[in-house]
């Protein structure tokens, strides 16, 4: 029976644990998402073009995700090309999509965005460009045994946590152009 006024032992270890498992969780929100993410938003005047680069390797698997969140009929065209200038992805006047490749070289790939079909209507669009896969929390080199529990519920947080934000970023995108539409809609009636 522990002394009146001092903690029993399983309560010092718990407070270990508990240390552990903060630090642990720390890490997860401090962990970066794949190697070369890029999450943007930008306005696309009329009669524009807007173009970025980014240095891929080969056999990387990547996705770009686009959204055009106010202007006009919520439009853009997409245009995806390889290092030697071949199109790899393509397509006119899009309010959003979503397109996954495996680099099939080395080099500079290139995406534009482009509203040069509109006259006097300016957008803005929001893409997300992911390069290569998450890097494991618990790399498998010189590891002898699987997962520990801990391990393997810290595993499921991060992933639970990255669906969160995808959900978050797809419901703030909504909102926003949900929010644009209202605005133009009482500009109208209350002209």
């Known amino acids: ?61 990547c996705t ?39 680099a099939s070289k080395n080099g500079t790939y290139k995406f534009c965005f482009s509203n040069e079909f509109s006259t006097f209507t300016h957008k803005t669009v929001y893409f997300d460009f992911q390069v290569g896969e998450d890097p494991p929390l618990f790399p498998s080199e010189n590891r002898v045994s699987a997962l520990t529990q801990m ?7 991060h992933e639970a946590l990255k669906s969160v934000i995808d959900y978050q970023t797809h419901f703030r995108l909504r909102e926003a152009q949900g929010r644009s539409r209202a605005e133009d809609l009482n500009t109208r009636v209350a002209y």
């Open 1 to 61: 029976m522990p002394r009146p006024g001092s903690a029993p032992r399983w309560a010092a270890a718990a407070g270990r644990w508990g240390c552990r498992l903060l630090v642990l969780l720390l890490l997860l929100l401090l962990v970066p998402g794949p190697g070369g993410a890029s999450e943007i938003t930008f306005e696309l005047p009329d009669n524009a073009k807007q173009c970025f680069y980014e240095d891929i390797t080969q056999g990387t698997k």
């Open 151 to 157: 391990e393997s519920a810290c595993v499921s947080i």
């Open 64 to 102: 770009l995700e686009f959204q055009v969140i106010t202007g006009g009929h919520y439009d853009v065209d997409c245009r995806l090309e390889d290092p030697d200038g071949n199109v790899l992805y393509k397509e006119m006047k899009k309010q959003y999509d979503s397109f996954t490749f495996t």
